[in-house]
């Protein structure tokens, strides 16, 4: 069974590591208030997905509970892509918070280089966001 959990691992952290790739391309083309607009819609997801029972399960319908991960990080990463600029930021914003709660807390070294490049990500948007002490603030109380 460890094997197979291992293999999931794996392969999960390959696909988020695949569309955190093009999540990040897609925040480095926004213009700087758009970055902003980002930076707080992503707090806002973030602080959303930290109440739920099980913030990596954020966006997915509660009959789909016991997945081993959610569909909120499909689902934002379609709506990335999508044409409309607010929908795409809403997306991107999306697919920031799922991921960071499904890599925060792994044992599995690919997801925790997610958790990593994640994390990398939400700094630069806190830092250029004008809400970034928000950000940060609760980025500091997530980690204790």
């Given at each position: 069974?460890h094997?197979?959990?291992?293999?999931?691992?794996?392969?999960?952290?390959?696909v988020?590591?695949?569309?955190l790739?093009?999540i990040?391309?897609?925040?480095?083309?926004?213009?700087?208030?758009?970055?902003?607009r980002?930076?707080?819609?992503t707090?806002?997801?973030?602080?959303?997905?930290s109440?739920?029972?099980?913030?990596?399960?954020y966006?997915?319908?509660?009959?789909?509970?016991?997945?081993?991960?959610g569909q909120?990080?499909?689902?934002?990463?379609?709506?990335a892509?999508?044409d409309?600029?607010?929908v795409?930021?809403r997306?991107?914003?999306?697919?920031?918070?799922v991921?960071?709660?499904?890599?925060?807390?792994?044992?599995?070294?690919?997801?925790q280089?997610?958790?990593?490049?994640?994390?990398?990500?939400?700094?630069e948007?806190?830092?250029?966001?004008?809400?970034?002490?928000?950000?940060?603030?609760?980025?500091?109380?997530?980690?204790?």
């Amino acid at each position: 069974m460890h094997i197979v959990t291992r293999f999931i691992a794996i392969n999960r952290g390959r696909v988020l590591l695949r569309q955190l790739r093009v999540i990040e391309r897609s925040v480095q083309e926004l213009p700087a208030r758009s970055r902003g607009r980002l930076g707080v819609l992503t707090q806002r997801e973030l602080q959303q997905a930290s109440q739920c029972d099980f913030p990596h399960l954020y966006g997915t319908a509660p009959e789909e509970r016991y997945l081993p991960w959610g569909q909120g990080t499909d689902i934002g990463f379609a709506r990335a892509r999508s044409d409309n600029p607010e929908v795409r930021l809403r997306g991107v914003a999306l697919w920031l918070a799922v991921a960071f709660h499904e890599t925060r807390d792994s044992q599995h070294a690919n997801l925790q280089q997610a958790h990593r490049q994640l994390a990398r990500l939400l700094r630069e948007l806190q830092e250029t966001s004008p809400a970034g002490s928000a950000i940060e603030q609760w980025m500091d109380t997530s980690a204790a």
